[in-house]
């Protein structure tokens, strides 16, 4: 549950796309999968952003274990990953 009050107050998206989100566990690490925008991949401030969400989710709720953000495509395949 504080996933998702963490993605309500963080992440308001009118599209609803968010709610597309695929978490995993390996050992202590945390692995969060949601869709971005191709584009967006090497964009230097999303780079910065998914970064920032990282420490902000280990933080926050995953009780500060490591999290790594898998930005995926609409099938989940990952494109980009930025470590905590």
């Known amino acids: 549950m504080r996933l998702v009050k963490f993605l309500e107050e963080n992440l308001p ?3 609803g796309l968010w709610h597309g989100i ?4 390996l050992g202590i690490m ?3 999968h949601f869709p971005i925008k191709k584009e967006m991949e090497n964009d ?3 780079v910065t952003d998914l970064k920032f ?3 902000e989710l280990s933080t926050k709720v ?3 274990q490591p999290v790594d953000i898998h930005g995926c495509d609409t099938f989940f395949n ?3 990953v930025v470590a905590q």
């Open 13 to 15: 998206c009118g599209d």
């Open 78 to 80: 990952t494109i980009r």
């Open 30 to 32: 945390y692995q969060i």
């Open 62 to 64: 995953f009780d500060s």
């Open 53 to 55: 969400m990282a420490n």
């Open 44 to 46: 230097a401030q999303t």
């Open 22 to 25: 695929v978490v995993t566990k």
